[in-house]
């Protein structure tokens, strides 16, 4: 059985280590700090993924009034490609369908990136048009290109500086006038 669970201490130690392999450094905050955020912000979601009991993967979102954005979804590399992490990203849009639901992408320059993309979009994602850059996790690191990826293309489009405003505010820190 597939489920999608808090992240609860008995999986932080393999939740850390699939954070640090799955996600460049640039697109990631430190992992004392993502570690400290799953206490201290009650808009900030850590779940696992687990299959039988077992830990399979992680999400992490944040619940705005809005929308939600996933900054984080991540399957064990020795579990990708079985299917879990389709069921695992159904099975959260299912249980928050009543909100738009947001996330960030490379954009489609290279072969991963289209998969990923392909990969949202088979599961009801649509790409947002709009320039986008994603803060940097570190001060004075450099912002990158990515893109917005939205379950409701209309509700992106018509809010795309709004929806980026909370981003950047809520997630990075930062206001949106110096990172797009």
């Not at 009543?98 to 649509?126: C, N, S």
């Not at 690191?141 to 809520?170: K, N, W, Y």
Request: glycine share 8%; charged share 20%; with cysteine.
């Amino acid at each position: 059985m597939l489920q999608l669970l808090p992240l609860y201490p008995a999986f932080q130690q393999a939740a850390s280590g699939l954070y640090e392999t799955s996600f460049p450094e640039v697109e990631r905050r430190p992992t004392e700090q993502w570690t400290e955020l799953m206490t201290g912000n009650q808009l900030f979601h850590a779940e696992a993924v687990c299959h039988d009991g077992a830990f399979c993967g992680l999400l992490t979102w944040w619940d705005f009034d809005s929308f939600i954005y996933i900054e984080h979804f991540a399957i064990c590399p020795d579990l990708r490609s079985a299917g879990l992490g389709g069921r695992a990203f159904g099975h959260f849009m299912e249980l928050h369908a009543d909100k738009p639901i947001v996330l960030e992408v490379e954009p489609p320059t290279e072969e991963t990136a289209r998969r990923r993309i392909g990969f949202y979009q088979r599961h009801g994602m649509d790409l947002i048009p709009g320039n986008y850059r994603q803060p940097s996790y570190r001060p004075g690191g450099e912002s990158i290109p990515l893109c917005l990826m939205c379950s409701r293309p209309d509700f992106s489009r018509q809010q795309f500086d709004s929806l980026t405003a909370v981003i950047h505010r809520e997630v990075y820190g930062v206001e949106q006038e110096n990172h797009i």
